[in-house]
Structure formats: C-alpha cells, structure tokens
C-alpha cells in the first residue's frame, strides 16, 4: 500500500516537473506560436491598422476645432467563436482619445447606455439628502457625432492538408449628422494551419 | 619668483576651466530614426525612408512615414515604429506590437505609419526578424 502511494507521489512529482511552468508574456516582444483563433495580436494589428488610418485620412479631425464625439454602435461577431467585441473597440477608443481628436460617450448605446451612473446620477435630481449644487443640471449631456460600427467574419478554406481560416475585421465610421461613413476600413486576417487546429 | 608663476598658473587655470563651454543640462541623445537588424540587412534592403506632415481639417498636422524594403531572398520582417514628441519623450500608441511582414524574392514592398498625435516631431523605426 505505501509502496504504491510512493510511486503515485513520484509520478505526480516527476509529471508536475516537466509541465511547462506559467510565464509572462510581453505583448511588445512576443513572438510566440500563433494560434488559428483570433487572439490579442491580431485585435491588435486590425486596431492600429484603423487607427492609423482614420487619423491619417483626416476623418477624425473636426474641421471647427474641438473633438468628435463618438459613439460605439454594433460590432456584429460573425465567427464561430466568442469573441467579446470590446476587445477590439476599446482599443479604438482608446486610441482615438489619447490623439486628442475623439471622446466616446458612455452615455449612450443600442443597449442602453454603457455606463448607466450617468442617468442614475441624474435621479438625485430633487432629492433633498443631496447638496443640489453638485448634482448634474439639465441639458449637459452631450450628444455623439460620430458612430463606430462593424463586423467580424470568418470562412474556413480546406487548402491541400492544411486549413485556411480567414477572418476579416471591418468597421465604419459614420457621421450621424448625415449619415454618411466619413471612413471605412477592412483588416483581413488569414491563417494556414493543421487540419487538426480548431479555429472555434 | 615661484610663487607669481604658481599664482599666474592657477588664474590662468580658472580663467580658462570658465571659459570652456559647459555640457548642456538637458542634452538629449542622439537617436537613429532608421534601425536594422544585422540578420534583415542580410536578407533586404531599405532603400527609402519618407516622412511628411499631413494637414488635419482642424489645422494641426500629423507626421506620417512610408518606408520601402527590398528583398534579396524570401524573407520575414517585423518592423515598429515609436514615435516621439518634441521633447523626445514616447508618444504611445494603439499597442506596442511589431507588425510582421513577408517580402519575396526581388520584390518592393511599401509599408506606412501615421503618427498617433500631432505632438509626435520624430520617430524610431525598428526592422527586424521575427523569431
């Protein structure tokens, strides 16, 4: 009975000391194995590739001075995995706002507002507990003028014994006074890889 | 005698330590804007590097660069460019990655970056192979 609780512990110990341990990974340095599903290197390459391209174009650049403001609108994930969309936007945002040129609103969005405090803040109105001179007046919101959608799709290929996954980012940027798309951009991301890899 | 020589030595010592220019207390470092790895020189070439400033609606301008490699051989690249803004501190991005690349034998390729604000005044770009 010891004899065998022994070797149990010995094949534990001798399996747990070739496991690769945990590591951090440098996201400027890392030059690591891809993977045929998205990850943070290529949310990453398809918002600078935006970013890049709508501060060149001169899209962002608000003609009467000041910043746009803007707002995050539906990014559809057309992929067979789950991606959580913000991944992508909040870079953007984040991006746009560190040029000086955009500031995204979280008071508004297509599934209510991405920070509700901004109208629960607003209920204090009247309320006699609160000091009314610090509670948010009326007409101070500030509405979007510019609205940042997009897709995410993915078309697996069979290429000879190998799999194509290809996923390509597209988004818009549409000027709400007109409706118009002041810009557009498409990242495609294209990867090739054993069959046996899973791109979901 | 020798102690006028001695006195006339040191004046003129001092006279001369006051006048020799005195190192700048901010003196920034000089900084290549073009940086290539030994490994990618062997397989390509540079053979242009642009900047410009573009005019923004608002009235600002935003520096933006296009560089073009050349390739000797198929080869892979990963470039990046840090951008800096006039007292040459960093100017951050949307990440911090290198963007990858691959150039075939004998062909051109053009790659351009823009600027992440207007206060960016220079930039180091970096070519390298990736791993």
Same mark, same amino acid.
């Given at each position: 009975?010891?004899?065998?609780?022994?070797?149990?512990?010995?094949?534990?110990?001798?399996?747990?000391?070739?496991?690769?341990?945990?590591?951090?990974?440098?996201?400027?340095?890392?030059?690591?194995?891809?993977?045929?599903?998205?990850?943070?290197?290529?949310?990453?390459?398809?918002?600078?590739?935006?970013?890049?391209?709508?501060?060149?174009?001169?899209?962002?650049?608000?003609?009467?001075?000041?910043?746009?403001?803007?707002?995050?609108?539906?990014?559809?994930?057309?992929?067979?995995?789950?991606?959580?969309?913000?991944?992508?936007?909040?870079?953007?945002?984040?991006?746009?706002?560190?040029?000086?040129?955009?500031?995204?609103?979280?008071?508004?969005?297509?599934?209510?507002?991405?920070?509700?405090?901004?109208?629960?803040?607003?209920?204090?109105?009247?309320?006699?507990?609160?000091?009314?001179?610090?509670?948010?007046?009326?007409?101070?919101?500030?509405?979007?003028?510019?609205?940042?959608?997009?897709?995410?799709?993915?078309?697996?290929?069979?290429?000879?014994?190998?799999?194509?996954?290809?996923?390509?980012?597209?988004?818009?940027?549409?000027?709400?006074?007109?409706?118009?798309?002041?810009?557009?951009?498409?990242?495609?991301?294209?990867?090739?890889?054993?069959?046996?890899?899973?791109?979901? | 005698?020798?102690?006028?020589?001695?006195?006339?030595?040191?004046? +003129?010592?001092?006279?001369?330590?006051?006048?020799?220019? %005195? !190192?700048?207390?901010?003196? #920034?470092?000089?900084? $290549?804007?073009?940086?290539?790895?030994?490994?990618?020189?062997?397989?390509?070439? +540079?053979?242009?590097?642009?900047?410009?400033?573009?005019? %923004? !609606?608002?009235?600002?301008? #935003?520096?933006?660069? $296009?560089?073009?490699?050349?390739?000797?051989?198929?080869?892979?690249?990963?470039?990046?460019?840090?951008?800096?803004?006039?007292?040459?501190?960093?100017?951050?991005?949307?990440?911090?990655?290198?963007?990858?690349?691959?150039?075939?034998?004998?062909?051109?390729?053009?790659?351009?970056?823009?600027?992440?604000?207007?206060?960016?005044?220079?930039?180091?770009?970096?070519?390298?192979?990736?791993?």
């Amino acid at each position: 009975m010891l004899k065998r609780a022994l070797i149990l512990s010995a094949s534990v110990l001798i399996f747990a000391g070739c496991s690769t341990p945990t590591r951090y990974v440098d996201p400027a340095a890392d030059d690591g194995p891809v993977a045929m599903t998205m990850d943070y290197r290529d949310f990453e390459k398809a918002a600078t590739e935006a970013v890049d391209d709508m501060l060149a174009s001169g899209a962002v650049s608000n003609p009467n001075g000041g910043r746009y403001i803007m707002v995050v609108s539906r990014i559809t994930n057309d992929t067979m995995q789950r991606i959580d969309t913000d991944q992508l936007t909040k870079k953007i945002r984040v991006a746009l706002l560190r040029s000086g040129k955009v500031v995204t609103t979280t008071a508004v969005g297509l599934n209510g507002a991405e920070d509700e405090m901004t109208m629960r803040a607003r209920e204090l109105r009247n309320s006699e507990e609160f000091d009314q001179s610090g509670v948010q007046k009326k007409g101070t919101l500030q509405a979007p003028d510019l609205s940042l959608s997009g897709k995410i799709l993915q078309r697996n290929h069979k290429v000879g014994d190998e799999q194509q996954v290809e996923y390509y980012i597209q988004l818009s940027l549409t000027d709400l006074a007109s409706g118009l798309a002041f810009w557009e951009g498409e990242t495609p991301i294209i990867k090739r890889g054993s069959n046996s890899s899973v791109s979901w | 005698m020798r102690f006028v020589f001695i006195a006339v030595l040191l004046s +003129v010592g001092v006279f001369m330590a006051g006048c020799a220019s %005195q !190192p700048e207390a901010n003196a #920034l470092i000089e900084r $290549q804007e073009l940086k290539v790895d030994p490994e990618v020189i062997y397989t390509m070439t +540079v053979t242009e590097l642009l900047e410009e400033r573009l005019p %923004q !609606p608002g009235g600002e301008s #935003l520096l933006q660069i $296009q560089f073009a490699v050349e390739a000797r051989s198929d080869a892979e690249l990963a470039w990046k460019v840090t951008w800096f803004d006039a007292s040459g501190l960093v100017v951050k991005g949307v990440g911090d990655a290198y963007r990858k690349a691959s150039v075939l034998t004998g062909q051109t390729r053009y790659f351009k970056a823009a600027a992440p604000h207007a206060r960016a005044t220079s930039y180091q770009l970096h070519l390298r192979e990736p791993k």
